[in-house]
């Protein structure tokens, strides 16, 4: 009962709906390949199970799982948690699955084309041929319509507030490793179509080192139409600084869809999260799959936190920048209750809870 | 959301409805095992199209398809049937799926052991562990609860009328490769307390030469509470002939759960059915897997059908009975569409229509 529909969104008129949206619940994907995840994924699981839980006390949770995971992950998982079985080539639910959009009445998939971060120019592994069908799979177990958009895309590298902004990075979707055919205005034409957009705010970069080519969702958000939180550093020797500082001022410049100045809020960074040795390692060296070595920086941001129905699930890194962004965040979701979860583990394996998570809205 | 209940249906007032009773939809498994179905299983691949098409007129149909054929089996299959990913070992959504029980607001499923028809003595192929999570499975998907029984049994070695009486052969369920520990009282008070069930009607024997080792599902079932149509033949040399006897002498020395006498409609069997050279050339040659060979007659039978909402899903062999059984099926089942499906690469693999699916009940 799922039908590949020729037209598109804006047409049918259906939107994207902004993650604070009411949401239908929340798709994962379970963390296994032992190239990327230490110790064959065992500590990744945890920390899986544990996002799983925090979130299914807020709304449904579904873990799409290999065949091979399939009686492991039902194990570890509580069972408020649904588990389904889903191929992929690795767990980040955000960037290879489906980007929802609603009218009043129901809910329709848009299935992006997904390269593994950048292909065969620099993409993180190869193959990514099962990560490319899980859009699919996931509008087939929920009996939805879906349609196929000719762009690569993850959505880890969009936010949008609902209302018509979508906000993104100049460093991943123009990136020549994802749509070398198109320009930015071909871009922006296709996200106009597909999620019903009116306006784009470009940003230039994301995190500094992080493997996604600058994923916004690791560095800005939308907390609610037209207000955002930005993660920042008041260390002007990181090369975080200068990043956050040209973010911070594209922001103060413009305004969103309906004409509003953005409210901006900082949220500070986590002092620097390097791969130790033991964790280096963990993890198995295979040609063709990004290496994990040690002492490498890694891309950790408060920003990279999932809204959920009447919760917000944050990371943590046991760093004295925790409890600050805690509360920062407590403070501009009063309506919501901020959960901390530990999120190295997650971290490790190159994006974070955000990355791992998927709302399907409530159309 | 599916949790494992630690009591029993019938404590918890849950019943095995009949197939006549309404369903909330169909699930299947698609075919692809080469050392069973022939040509890389291409024809009957075809042919479970032709099931799932004429069930999807009367309900929804879900068919389960490992990851490795998700694509060919969504381009295969019309847009109304939802294609979701379940790993298996063989494609027996009857025999290794799940049976769900009802009470008047909820389905839950019962789980049961699998072992391939026979296990390490006599089973069809090894290994048989895919098969073995198949239930638990479409229970997650549908977001229901399960019971694991400590019963190893497939789906057709049982039929139900609903109202308390369930009819099996003791050709299968008592022999010494399905429950050896087990004895006929023993089995009968496991399915009492899984299926709710308070009369057994022992058959003897199912078809000539079925490879189930007898599964009731292929040579009897209930058209309504109290009505039975059995195979049948006239010719006397038929080794069929004496075990059609002698079920339909059971069948007329018995009495349901109501109290009630059975009335009984043969319908009689296709010529004998034999695999051609070519037929056998087509499958793989696989130590451990029952070979499909030249000239063996396939257990053949018009029984081996399919009730769903408003209609009844009927295998043909291009035969002179094909049309008296249509016949005599739709005199018998006046409130429903007889639809006659092509059936004999289906047959090839072991089975037929009704082994090929299982019903959803409507709670």
């Known amino acids: 009962m799922s039908y590949r529909i020729q037209s598109t969104p804006r047409k049918d008129g259906f939107r994207m709906p902004g993650e604070f949206e009411p949401h239908a619940g929340t798709w994962m994907l379970w963390p296994e390949r032992p190239d990327n995840w230490r110790n064959g994924a065992k500590p990744a699981q945890k920390a899986f199970v544990a996002v799983a839980t925090a979130i299914s006390q807020f709304e449904a949770v579904t873990m799409g799982v290999s065949q091979s995971q399939f009686n492991n992950a039902r194990q570890m998982l509580p069972g408020e948690v649904r588990v389904v079985e889903i191929a992929n080539n690795d767990s980040w639910m955000r960037d290879c699955g489906p980007t929802f959009v609603v009218n009043g009445t129901s809910a329709r998939v848009v299935d992006w084309d997904f390269n593994a971060w950048g292909g065969l120019l620099g993409g993180l592994y190869f193959p990514w041929d099962l990560d490319d069908v899980v859009a699919r799979k996931v509008a087939e177990v929920e009996r939805v319509d879906s349609y196929k958009a000719p762009l690569v895309l993850e959505g880890g590298s969009i936010h949008v507030d609902g209302e018509g902004t979508l906000m ?19 871009i922006e034409d296709l996200l ?13 970069h994301g995190v500094y080192n992080d493997e996604t080519n600058g994923h916004v969702d690791n560095i800005c958000c939308f907390i609610r139409p037209g207000v955002v939180a930005l993660t920042w550093t008041d260390d002007k020797s990181d090369p975080q600084y200068e990043i956050s500082q040209e973010n911070y001022e594209i922001l103060q410049s413009i305004t969103d869809a309906r004409g509003r100045k953005l409210e ?27 290496p994990r070595e040690a002492g490498d920086r890694m891309a950790a941001s408060y920003i990279n936190f999932y809204l959920c129905n009447g919760g917000a699930i944050v990371p943590t890194f046991d760093d004295e920048h925790d409890k600050p962004a805690l509360q920062a965040l407590q403070a501009l979701l009063p309506e919501r209750k901020v959960v901390g979860v530990p999120a190295r583990e997650i971290l490790l394996g190159g994006g ?12």
């Open 264 to 290: 901006i809020h900082k949220i500070h960074q986590p002092n620097p999260v390097l791969i130790t040795e033991e964790e280096s390692r963990g993890v198995d060296a295979v040609d063709g799959t990004l």
């Open 168 to 186: 993104t990075t100049r460093e991943c979707l123009l990136n020549e490793n994802r749509n070398p055919d198109k320009n930015q205005k071909e």
């Open 192 to 204: 106009a179509d597909y999620l019903n957009i009116k306006k784009f705010i470009w940003l230039n």
């Open 352 to 363: 974070n809870i955000h990355c791992i998570t998927q709302q399907q809205p409530k159309p």
